[in-house]
């Protein structure tokens, strides 16, 4: 769409995808205002599947609130900071005890996950309908890589400011 806007050039999805990270950037750096509308449209059509959809993100807790609010990075992209509530979701009161804390944590390992494997879809598990491109996608949008800011010199040592590598959980654990 945005290459049609900005080059009246009618192009693929497929051709969308194999463009040069350079050219994606100066067709969005050429019309912010249509990849701000369209961002906007994509986040009102997840809106109604958390609202909608059998098939919800958070399996067994219906959304009953939520607050959003959008930020434009220094170069105009849009993103999304958000707070839900989930209906009977465990509260970790300051009273905390043992089988709460429990609850917790099963309640985020059932909604939060760090899986390499995927098959392709916003939030179910079916590894049947997983692709090799697919997976491929996951590993490169999951794999975290430094950029220029990120790094900082730290007594001598470029080190990165948000202490990757992280060490990875099979599962949440409280460290109280």
């Known amino acids: 769409m945005l290459k049609k806007v900005v080059d009246s050039d009618v192009i693929s999805e497929t051709q969308a995808g194999l463009l040069l990270p350079r050219k994606k950037s ?21 809106e109604k599947l958390w609202k909608t959809c059998e ?9 009953i609130e ?6 434009f990075q220094h170069r105009a992209f849009p993103h999304v900071h958000m707070l839900i509530w989930l209906e009977d979701a465990p509260l970790i009161p300051a ?15 059932s909604t939060i996950t760090c899986e ?7 939030h179910t598990w079916n590894q049947g309908n997983s ?12 794999t975290y890589r430094h950029t220029a800011t990120c790094r900082r010199r730290k007594h001598g040592q470029v ?3 948000f202490n990757s590598p992280f060490l990875p ?4 654990v409280n460290h109280d």
Request: aromatic share 14%.
């Open 159 to 161: 080190v990165c400011r």
């Open 66 to 71: 939520y607050f959003f609010r959008i930020e």
């Open 55 to 63: 098939d919800r993100p958070f399996v067994g807790f219906d959304l």
């Open 26 to 46: 100066r067709l969005l750096q050429s019309d912010p205002v249509t990849c701000a509308r369209y961002f906007h449209y994509k986040f009102r059509e997840l």
């Open 131 to 142: 692709t090799a491109e697919s997976r491929a996608d996951l590993l490169r949008r999951q």
């Open 169 to 172: 959980m099979n599962e949440v």
């Open 116 to 122: 390499r494997e995927w098959d392709g879809s916003p």
């Open 95 to 109: 009273n905390d005890s043992d089988e709460n804390d429990t609850r917790v944590c099963d309640f985020i390992n």
